[in-house]
Every structure is written in structure tokens, then in C-alpha cells.
């Protein structure tokens, strides 16, 4: 269970940082806002982790490569991955580490940009995902 509560955190933060548009961003410019810089990067791993094809470009599903390669993410695994786009037309060589910062820098930002709790984090690591209300937010974050 220790294990599963871990991994559900990670992508918790992930699908955080690609669904919440950033402070001041205009309703309607969140597709533009989700496939650049850092958000980007998390998308293609989402693809890395749940597109896999075969080669004859059938679904390829694996809960093991799911699992390994979340737990690479977690500690921050120097091992170089190849993420490319569902069309091809974009592949990036990067590391789980640069993943692992491209998830914490944003989500460090939005929850320094809006904060139900008195005491904001120094740094996205120290973040701890908490199931609270969400009437506290009320139309706040919408």
C-alpha cells in the first residue's frame, strides 16, 4: 500500500501540473498554455508511460514499464529516455531527473501562486498532496 500511495502522488502532481492553467492565464488559452515549455515535457512522459505501441503500432500495455518507470521518476533516475509526440514530430531525449523537475518547478509555482494554507513550500519536494474540501476553493481557481 506504501508503494501504490506513492506512485498515485506522483501522478497526482503530474496531471496537476498539466490541468491547472497558470496564475492570470485567460480562460480558453489553457491548450496553448498545456503543450509548452516544462508542461510539455510532462505530457510526452505521460505518453512515454501509457501510449506505448508495438511495432506494428498496436497498444502496448504494461503495468510493470508503468510502475518501473514512475519509480525511476520518483528518484530522480539519471537514465536518458526517448519521449515523442502521439504524431512523431517531436522527440526529446531527457532524463527522469529533468522530468522529475519539469512536474516540480510548475507545480511548486502554482501552489506558491495560490495557497489555502498559511505556510507556502520552499521547494516543489517538499510538497505533500492533501485531500481537502474543495468548497474551501470555492470559484477561486476556476
Same mark, same amino acid.
Given at each position: 500500500?506504501?508503494?501504490?500511495? $506513492?506512485?498515485? %502522488?506522483?501522478?497526482? !502532481?503530474?496531471?496537476?501540473?498539466?490541468? #491547472?492553467?497558470?496564475?492570470?492565464?485567460?480562460?480558453? #488559452?489553457? #491548450?496553448?498554455?498545456?503543450?509548452?515549455?516544462?508542461? $510539455?515535457?510532462? %505530457?510526452?512522459? $505521460?505518453?512515454?508511460?501509457?501510449?506505448? $505501441?508495438?511495432?506494428?503500432?498496436?497498444?502496448?500495455?504494461? *503495468?510493470?514499464?508503468? *510502475?518501473?518507470?514512475?519509480?525511476?521518476?520518483?528518484?530522480?533516475?539519471?537514465? !536518458?529516455?526517448?519521449?515523442?509526440?502521439?504524431?512523431? %514530430?517531436?522527440?526529446?531525449?531527457?532524463?527522469?531527473?529533468? *522530468?522529475?523537475?519539469?512536474?516540480? !518547478?510548475?507545480?511548486?509555482?502554482?501552489?506558491?501562486?495560490?495557497?489555502?494554507?498559511?505556510?507556502?513550500?520552499?521547494?516543489?519536494?517538499?510538497?505533500?498532496?492533501?485531500? *481537502?474540501?474543495?468548497?474551501?476553493?470555492?470559484?477561486?481557481?476556476?
Amino acid at each position: 500500500e506504501l508503494e501504490n500511495g $506513492r506512485l498515485f %502522488r506522483l501522478i497526482s !502532481k503530474m496531471s496537476m501540473v498539466q490541468c #491547472q492553467p497558470p496564475a492570470g492565464a485567460v480562460l480558453g #488559452q489553457e #491548450q496553448s498554455w498545456s503543450e509548452s515549455g516544462e508542461r $510539455r515535457l510532462v %505530457r510526452l512522459f $505521460r505518453n512515454y508511460l501509457f501510449r506505448q $505501441r508495438t511495432d506494428q503500432g498496436n497498444p502496448f500495455l504494461s *503495468i510493470s514499464h508503468v *510502475i518501473s518507470s514512475l519509480n525511476k521518476l520518483d528518484v530522480g533516475s539519471d537514465e !536518458k529516455i526517448i519521449l515523442n509526440s502521439n504524431d512523431d %514530430r517531436t522527440v526529446i531525449l531527457a532524463t527522469y531527473n529533468d *522530468i522529475k523537475s519539469a512536474i516540480n !518547478k510548475p507545480l511548486a509555482c502554482l501552489f506558491n501562486n495560490f495557497s489555502p494554507w498559511s505556510a507556502k513550500p520552499e521547494t516543489a519536494s517538499n510538497i505533500h498532496l492533501l485531500f *481537502i474540501n474543495p468548497a474551501l476553493f470555492s470559484n477561486a481557481c476556476l
